[in-house]
C-alpha cells in the first residue's frame, strides 16, 4: 500500500532543510511505519542528524513538524482504510498506531471535521467500483 512520496522542490530563495536523499529515506519510512511508535530520535537517525537540527530542518524542508506530518499521514491513511475496509473504529486507530480509539477519534474530528463514523457513514456505500475509486482518490487528496 505504500505510494511514492513527492514532496515539491524548494523554491529559488530555498535556505537550509533536508538533503533530498535523508528526507525521501524518511518519508519513505514514516510511510510504511505508520502504525508503529515513531520517535524524534528514531527519524532523526535516519537523516543522519541531531534531533534538533533534524526537527528544524525537516519543518522547512515540508513546512510541517515531524509530528505533524506523522499525524496528517496518519489520518489521510484512516481515511483511505474507513472507506475502502470493513473496519471499525477502534480497529483503525490500534492500526495506525494512536493510543486508544478516543484519541484517534478527537485527532481526526479536529482534522477533518467530522468522527470517522461519520466520515465512512457518509460515504458508504457504494453503489460501485467506480465510485470506490473516486471517493479513495477524494479522500487521498489526488
Known sequence: MSQ?????P???GFRGGLAGE???RVLRYVDEHLGEHLTLDEL???????RFHFARQF???TGESPMEYLRRKRIDRAKIILLTEDA???EVACRLGFADQSHFTRTFRRMV????????????PFPDREA???????ASGA
Not at 113 to 124: E, Q, R, V, Y
Not at 132 to 138: E, G, I, Y
Open 4 to 8: 511514492p512520496v513527492i514532496v515539491s
Open 10 to 12: 524548494p523554491g529559488p
Open 22 to 24: 535523508a528526507l525521501q
Open 44 to 50: 532523526a537517525r535516519l537523516a543522519g542528524v541531531s
Open 59 to 61: 519543518r522547512v524542508s
Open 88 to 90: 471499525i473504529v477502534a
Open 113 to 124: 471535521g467530522t468522527s470517522p463514523g461519520s466520515f465512512a457513514g457518509k460515504c458508504l
Open 132 to 138: 470506490d475509486s473516486v471517493a479513495v482518490a477524494a
